[in-house]
């Protein structure tokens, strides 16, 4: 249940949970396994085993959990046939095979080949937690950050998100931080980042190096920038966050995940749901306090995203 890696969204219609906390799922928004031909399939299944709903409204939280379906088909089987039909095809009627038709056959092959292809799951949650307007998604890409919400999007009607990494200006403050040394009191930085020159097009990533040491110190006075960082924060996360606000390598305090235990008692359910509120907790105070970091230089008010 501990995110490991976390995409963040800011709701942008103050109404739009109490929309959703009234919603009624039902099966027809449920996972359905990848048909013979279907690449891809994706729906929602009960946030946990213990529950038979489709969204959970738990206090002042609303979870979803979403299942994502794939056919495993890999490109190097899909060419080595085509290859073979390709040198079939010229030998037998004596010409070359064009671009166009060298396309069509690949997708006559991979409609051919799909249906005997294994199939991996996997399942992403997600969470809105309405005192915050945040909307937390378990992901460790931006592309299927974006697939995800989508797809709730199509399942709900709407869902008018800004990613975090559209309101901020991470670069700039994470520089002043490092190049001055004023980190905020609740903010450790460690030992490994990555730097930009933006004129050089040029990338340094360091490991076992101190920020405060002077070869970064030399390499932010020439013109890098931090790009990437991995922070301790509170004492409650350890996390490494890029210029677009992902959060990746999510640990959170082990004090949290005994307190959830202890919550829970000998209830799986009721231990699972208690990590769920201290996790969503946490990654509130932190968005909240992130967002204000790097939000010196207010930009112009984004539109949300709801098509």
């Known amino acids: 249940m501990w995110f490991k890696s976390c995409f963040i969204y800011q709701i942008r219609d103050a109404e739009f949970a109490d929309r959703c906390a009234a919603s ?7 996972f359905n396994d990848c048909l013979p031909t279907q690449p891809v399939s994706l729906g929602l299944v009960p946030p946990h085993r213990g ?3 489709l969204q959970l409204t738990s206090r002042q939280i609303l979870v979803w959990k979403l299942q994502r379906q794939e056919r495993l088909l890999p490109t ?4 080595e046939t085509l290859a073979e039909r390709v040198e079939a095809l010229q030998e037998a009627e004596s010409r070359r095979v064009g671009r166009n038709e060298r396309q069509d056959l690949k997708d006559e092959i991979t409609q051919e080949l799909l249906p005997r292809a294994f199939t991996r799951n996997q399942q992403h949650m997600i969470v809105l937690d309405r005192d915050s307007g945040w909307l937390f998604v378990q992901s460790g890409s931006e592309t299927r950050a974006d697939e995800l919400t989508a797809h709730l999007r199509e399942v709900l009607g709407e869902l008018p998100v800004v990613p975090l990494g559209a309101l901020c200006q991470p670069e700039p403050v994470w520089a002043a931080w490092l190049s001055s040394g004023d980190l ?17 097009e040029s990338t ?3 490991k076992q190096l101190p920020w405060d040491s002077a070869e970064v110190q030399q390499l932010l006075t020439s013109g890098y920038r931090p790009s990437q960082l991995l922070l301790h924060w509170q004492d409650q996360l350890t996390l490494q966050i890029n210029d677009k606000s992902a959060l990746k390598r999510l640990k959170f305090a082990d004090e949290l995940i005994e307190q959830a235990a202890n919550d829970g008692g000998d209830d799986a359910l009721a231990e699972w749901e208690a990590g769920l509120h201290l996790m969503t ?5 932190f968005s909240n306090a992130w967002l204000e970091w790097c939000q010196s230089d207010p930009a112009p008010e984004p539109k949300p995203s709801n098509s």
Not at 188 to 198: G, Q, R
Request: negative net charge; charged residues 20%; hydrophobic residues 45%.
């Open 281 to 285: 907790a946490a990654l509130r105070t």
């Open 184 to 200: 905020p009191a609740d903010v450790e930085v460690a030992d490994e980042l990555t730097l930009v020159h933006p004129a050089e």
């Open 51 to 53: 529950l038979s709903e």
């Open 76 to 79: 190097s089987v899909v060419n």
């Open 24 to 30: 009624q799922l039902t099966a027809q928004h449920g």
């Open 204 to 206: 340094v990533r360091t």
